[in-house]
């Protein structure tokens, strides 16, 4: 529907064009440019989370655009996956984070990436996938026998 | 633990035999490199991976056996193949079957010495071979910096990499050579070249040679005692023209050294500078047959002297504004008459001098112009000169304002304190109360408030010559930024990045493939290019920049106390 109505804008663009009417085809012309970007560079479609227990965490989020971006990071470098509250405004906030690993400091954090930014699911959504990742991370620690895939 | 195997895409369809690679106990990974067919003599296979293990420095080892069977699975085969990991010995022994075109394998493994019997789940990655190999792994621009923690912590995923990446050799036997073994790789029906590229490697070590020899001449004159004399050294210093043609010059050195480049950063470095040379010149001569055509320098140099002219009359009718009474303010008379009439005869100078030159403008004009040719940069730069040639007069005005009132704030702070009783203890940098003479105040008194009456006066002209002065090196450094972006630029790697993404790698990806009950994880490991920011961040070109010396706020207060300010410094120039 998007693209539809993207396509229709443009044709529409063109004809202004041909019958010379400056100001308005320029206005249209910046906002489609404007919704271009949008779609492109902001407006995230879908974010998942993919957990190999002997490899590591694979972040992704897909734009509107169909544009996928991707962060791995190796099962070495994550110390754990830990649910963080935050006070923001009048509200308490609730988001998942992927703590990484200090190299020098074995109990220290160098870097905390926060998952699921721009869908930000509540609480009980967390807490599902928080104990599915646990369940994944608490295997690499002991003796493990089995890979998981969530 | 969880055995992962690292399998190349392009043996997929490759015939049975026995996989050969690099095992990395650490991570309980093994990095299948090649399929090496039926039939094919123990001895020799093993003489060859020690050879290649020789060359390479990789440990590649004989690690499993690999069977593709068109219709159902034999038994004597997978016998034979069993007893085959009795002959290279290997722990653990990993046995690969495809079953007709299904996708779904079935891998084993065989552990004689280990203490518990317990099946070991394997994971299957599928990975290009090709695109492994000629990409560069770029560690996160963070733990670049940090170099003390290194190799146990080294990514697992740049082992992998390494490993590819060294065992070239191995992929230059293809399968029309003659040898015992028959290979199966990413290269194995033949390896392409390309005659343009051979050629140009041939040409490229004559031409280094004869560059290097010209560049040694060239610095030798710069470098001659004649150039050094004091006032032809002290307009090289100021013409940023030489500067950027340095600049230039050091990087024609770099490029036509004879050493090869030792690591994927320096070899980046010279492709980037020769990218940029050349699109420079290009740009340079684009300009010069724009400008040459219709003879439109002509048309410039004929424009130029009526230019300066128009320029001098405005600031003439500035000058009779000031001396008026500007904005409603009153001016002393006196002081403004003088004033006024100093900087306007200066102005007449000026105009005389620009034309005594007028005749011989076209042809200099005409003449510079053809040395666009090195470049656009050096265009640039070379307007940038003409440009501050040209308001010279702007530049001197200012100079004389800024002195004056500087003269008169220092004046008037010092007498403000002798007013007050106070004096400046220079041995203790603070202010000491003092008792003066009667006579000594009286006269102190009298000259603050002169200074103070005549404040405004001199405020304004400072005022309108410092605005214009800004408005200049405004000009100019814009132009010196346009400069600083396309010297500093790495073309070369962003149209690499646009290009062939692969081979400059942030990181990896895996997409899950389709999944079987009781088959192992299959997973595909694509390449993540590093996004256009961080190529750009890792690849810049050292350039002479020129930045803004002063913060805004200690700009602000040297323009109030009236000290000379010259925002754009040169990395190369000494403190003003």
């Known amino acids: 529907m998007c693209s539809c109505s993207l396509y229709s804008l443009c044709g529409f663009q063109c004809l202004l064009f041909m019958t010379n009417s400056m100001v308005l085809s320029a206005a249209i012309f910046i906002t489609l440019i404007g919704l271009i970007i949008y779609l492109h560079f902001v407006k995230v479609d879908q974010e998942s989370l993919l957990v190999i227990g002997s490899l590591g965490i694979q972040v992704t989020s897909s734009y509107a655009s169909g544009k996928e971006s991707t962060t791995f990071i190796e099962m070495g470098q994550v ?43 509540r609480l009980d959504c967390l807490i599902e996938v928080y104990k599915s990742c646990q369940e994944i991370l608490e295997q690499r620690k002991t003796a493990p026998q089995s890979s998981g895939i969530k | 633990m969880v055995l992962k195997v690292f399998f ?41 991976l020690s050879e290649v293990q020789r060359v390479t420095k990789v440990s590649v080892s004989v690690l499993g056996s690999w069977s593709n069977s068109k219709q159902e699975k034999e038994e004597s085969l997978s016998e034979f193949l069993e007893d085959l990991g009795t002959i290279f010995s290997h722990e653990p022994w990993i ?32 990975y290009d071979q090709r695109k492994v190999m000629l990409s560069h792994l770029h560690p996160p621009l963070d733990t670049a910096a940090s170099t003390d923690h290194q190799a146990d912590d080294a990514s697992k995923l740049a082992a992998i990499f390494d490993t590819v990446a060294k065992s070239k050799v191995l992929f230059m036997t293809d399968r029309y050579d003659d040898g015992p073994i028959k290979l199966t790789h990413w290269q194995s029906d033949g390896v392409e070249a390309s005659i343009i590229m051979e050629l140009m490697k041939q040409a490229s070590v004559p031409a280094c040679m004869l560059l290097t020899f010209l560049l040694s001449l060239i610095s030798g004159i710069c470098r001659s005692r004649v150039l050094k004399f004091w006032p032809l050294s002290f307009l090289w210093s100021k013409l940023s023209t030489c500067e950027q043609l340095g600049h230039r010059l050091q990087h024609l050195q770099v490029i036509s050294s004879n050493k090869k480049a030792q690591n994927q950063t320096q070899l980046m470095r010279k492709a980037n500078i020769f990218v940029s040379l050349l699109v420079d010149v290009a740009l340079g001569i684009l300009l010069m047959s724009w400008l040459y055509r219709k003879n439109r320098i002509g048309h410039l140099a004929d424009t130029l002297i009526p230019v300066a002219d128009h320029v001098a009359e405005e600031l003439q009718d500035l000058l009779q504004w000031l001396m008026g009474a500007p904005a409603g303010l009153k001016m002393n008379r006196a002081l403004d008459q003088v004033l006024g009439r100093f900087f306007l005869y200066h ?10 030159m007028s005749p011989f403008i076209e042809m200099i004009l005409w003449y510079v112009g053809l040395s666009a040719c090195l470049g656009l940069t050096v265009a640039l730069c070379i307007l940038s000169d003409i440009i501050a040639l040209l308001t010279f007069h702007i530049y001197c005005f200012y ?9 008169k704030i220092y004046g008037l702070s010092s007498l403000w304190r002798l007013f007050r009783g106070k004096k400046w203890n220079v041995l203790r940098q603070r202010v000491d109360s003092c008792s003066y003479d009667l006579d000594q105040l009286f006269i102190g008194t009298l000259l603050f408030t002169i200074l103070l009456f005549l404040l405004p006066t001199t405020a304004l002209y400072y005022l309108v010559f410092t605005l214009l002065r800004l408005l200049v090196v405004i000009v100019q450094g814009l132009i010196h930024l346009l400069v600083d972006l396309i010297d500093s630029l790495p073309l070369y790697s962003i149209i690499l990045r646009l290009c062939r993404s ?41 350039t002479y920049s020129c930045y803004p010396k002063d913060t805004w706020t200690s700009l602000c207060k040297k323009l109030f106390l009236g000290e000379l300010i010259y925002p754009w410094k040169h990395k190369g120039e000494k403190q003003d």
């Open chain 2, 399 to 407: 100079v004389y304002g800024a002195r004056l009132y500087c003269l």
């Open chain 2, 8 to 48: 190349p895409s392009c043996c997929s369809s490759a015939e049975s035999g026995i996989l050969i690679g690099r095992w990395i106990s650490e991570q309980n990974s093994a990095v299948i490199l090649a399929v090496v067919h039926f039939p094919f003599i123990p001895a020799q296979v093993k003489q060859y």
């Open chain 2, 502 to 542: 692969y081979r400059l790698a942030a990181g990896v990806k895996f997409r899950v493939l389709e999944q079987q009950d009781g088959k192992p994880l299959r997973l595909l490991m694509q390449i993540n290019p590093l996004s256009y920011g961080s190529v750009v961040h890792t690849y810049r070109l050292p």
């Open chain 2, 95 to 126: 046995q690969i079957s495809k079953e007709g075109d299904s996708n779904f394998w079935s891998c084993s493994t065989l552990q004689k010495h280990s203490n518990n019997p317990k099946e070991e789940e394997i994971i299957l990655v599928y």
């Open chain 2, 347 to 356: 102005i007449h100078l000026w105009i005389s001098y620009i034309h005594l």
């Open chain 1, 79 to 121: 110390k754990d996956v830990v649910i963080n509250e935050a006070i923001h405004m009048q509200k308490v906030i609730y988001y998942l984070c992927i703590l990484l690993q200090d190299p020098g400091d074995p109990q220290g954090v160098s870097e905390v990436v926060p998952l699921f930014q721009s869908s930000k699911p």
